[in-house]
């Protein structure tokens, strides 16, 4: 047996009284040889239920080879995939956000009950991309993530489509601009094979910040799903998993204020979706790190849109791919002070990887902080009557910096929805969606079929929509979501009434109400949480704030600390 440093999958290899785990470990194919080596965990989140995920299987193979030609040996897993498009606007979306805990939940298990060295995540569709760098963050054993990669575009004549085009064309068609045939087209053109959703939605928009941190090789997550370079980049991040293992590198080494508030500024500087301040403080909940939903206020207000992505802009994903990539996108940042260097799971620092940036000729996705696509970031942090811990506004994709209208009050996002199919909203209303909060929903459903109907028929630019649910990536529109506390946690949007002037103001930061909500309180119960049974309600005991990510462990001292005091000086 080796006499190297001591490895942790000793426990289950080293002396007489492991007889037993060898015996069922040499069942596999392991040999004496093996045992002396690093056992790295390939955890995939490969399903064939989406396009996001379904080719992670045949990329896991380069993986495996590399861990084995690197000196490892390779022990596969999988977990659960929730996918988002196709269980938008149904019960299901409930899952989604509560399979990011069962996801980080399982790969630690996974790895920590069979007392592995290192781990790989092979992950696609949203929810599995924050899984796994919460995972590394808890766990802090070695490790990288490699994203699957976008899906390309799909067509439909001379015109680029993504899943929000199917999304937008309902709308459309419900409010009789779109016949049958037409959406019909839409819906079978958009998706053309493998891939995540291919704007900067959320998949994209988190797959570029864990580059940004450091917990993905820069490079690898911007090759498309179907590119042939795709398989090397697979099998570079087996080789540097071991090499991480190897050199005893972990994870939360890359976890930190500086990565953070990078990650931060890359989804706002990317036009990129609101779930990234979800997941950041999440991730950063799990590694102990002190972090506040302010620093995304902070960043925007100095670091502004430099890409012409979409869901707000013209490009896909693939466009951005094709301009220069992360590489490009970090480049401009740099040069523009906005970011802070740090080290990667490569070895490098972030400037050394942005240093080494090709920008193809006459590209036209990425601008510079001197010339950008928009003068501010993506995303303010809402505080006022409505949210005294906080909210969050999508600033791409419209022009509003003030909206007031009336309340038009919906206890569930069904009603929501069925009001806007059947035309029944009208330009200025303020959409007010309640009781579908982390804990309440459970869950904190996404609204793309809202916000996509609404962009179809006309009227994105012309209301607004308040909520204690979330977002889709793909969602456009003067949205407002993470409403904190939510409604079944005494929140004031639970007070609102049909007909209430909302008045949204963006330069104050503030949400209000023109009635008289603390006397409205006094004779006022908070819903109870959607009694689903299960595994539902299980989360809906344990789940955190969105304020605070949403998480199912308790959130870090420090960090709800920092949060508290924002909060007091917000609400002051």
């Known amino acids: 047996m080796s006499t190297e440093r001591p490895k942790t999958s000793d426990t289950i290899t080293l002396g007489a009284a492991r007889a037993p785990a060898r015996a069922m470990l040499r069942a596999t194919g392991m040999s004496d040889a093996d045992f002396d080596k690093p056992m790295i965990a390939v955890v995939n989140t490969w399903t064939t239920v989406t396009p996001c995920n379904m080719h992670l299987a045949d990329l896991a193979e380069p993986v495996r080879e590399a861990i084995r030609a690197a000196g490892g040996v390779p022990v596969d897993f999988n977990t659960i995939v929730v996918s988002d498009g196709i269980s938008m606007g149904t019960q299901g979306m409930r899952a989604s956000l509560i399979s990011r805990e069962v996801i980080a939940d399982s790969i630690e298990l996974a790895v920590r009950g069979h007392s592995l060295d290192g781990v790989i995540v092979l992950v696609g569709c949203d929810k599995t991309i924050p899984a796994a760098a919460m995972a590394l963050a808890r766990m802090d054993i070695p490790g990288c993530v490699l994203y699957g990669g976008t899906i390309m575009p799909g067509r439909q004549g001379d015109k680029d489509l993504s899943i929000q085009d199917v999304f937008e064309a309902v709308g459309a068609h419900a409010c009789g601009s779109l016949d049958d045939a037409g959406l019909a087209e839409v819906e079978k053109s958009a998706c053309p094979g493998a891939g995540a959703c291919g704007g900067q939605f959320t998949a994209n928009t988190m797959a570029m910040i864990l580059s940004i941190m450091g917990l993905s090789p820069m490079g690898a997550n911007d090759i498309p799903a179907p590119h042939p370079d795709k398989a090397e980049a697979a099998a570079r991040c087996g080789r540097l998993v071991v090499d991480l293992v190897k050199s005893d590198t972990r994870p939360r080494s890359f976890i930190t204020e500086t990565s953070l508030r990078n990650g931060a500024i890359a989804a706002s500087a990317s036009g990129g979706s609101t779930n990234a301040i979800l997941h950041l403080a999440a991730i950063a909940a799990e590694a102990g790190v002190p972090f506040s939903i302010d620093v995304f206020d902070e960043v925007s207000a100095t670091a502004p849109v430099i890409t012409d992505l979409k869901p707000g802009g013209r490009f896909l994903a693939h466009h951005l791919f094709l301009a220069g990539g992360t590489r490009l996108f970090g480049q401009r940042l740099m040069e523009g002070g906005r970011l802070s260097d740090a080290p990667t799971v490569t070895g490098k620092t972030l400037f050394e990887e942005f240093a080494s940036a090709v920008e193809s000729p006459g590209q036209r996705v990425v601008r510079?902080?001197?010339?950008?696509?928009?003068?501010?970031?993506?995303?303010r942090i809402l505080?006022?009557?409505?949210?005294?811990?906080?909210?969050?506004?999508?600033?791409?994709?419209?022009?509003?910096?003030?909206?007031?209208?009336?309340?038009?009050?919906?206890?569930?996002e069904e009603d929501a929805f069925d009001a806007v199919e059947h035309n029944r909203i009208k330009r200025g209303d303020v959409i007010i969606i309640r009781n579908e909060g982390p804990r309440g929903g459970p869950g904190m459903r996404e609204m793309l079929g809202i916000t996509g109907a609404l962009v179809g028929q006309g009227l994105s630019e012309h209301v607004a929509l308040i909520t204690d649910g979330r977002f889709s990536g793909a969602s456009k529109g003067f949205v407002i979501g993470h409403v904190c506390p939510e409604s079944v946690e005494g929140g004031a949007i639970g007070l609102i009434r049909e007909g209430d002037t909302i008045c949204i103001d963006v330069a104050a930061r503030r949400i209000d109400c023109d009635a008289d909500l603390d006397a409205r309180r006094q004779n006022w119960t908070p819903p109870l949480p959607n009694p689903m049974g299960s595994v539902f309600t299980k989360y809906s005991r344990l789940v955190s704030s969105a304020s605070q990510g949403a998480v199912t462990i308790d959130p870090t001292t420090t960090s709800s600390s920092q949060q508290s005091e924002t909060t007091q000086e917000r609400s002051a």
Do not use: Q
């Open 368 to 379: 510079t902080v001197a010339d950008p696509v928009k003068p501010d970031g993506g995303f």
């Open 383 to 412: 505080y006022g009557d409505l949210a005294t811990e906080g909210s969050v506004l999508k600033l791409s994709g419209h022009s509003h910096t003030r909206f007031e209208g009336p309340a038009r009050v919906f206890e569930r």
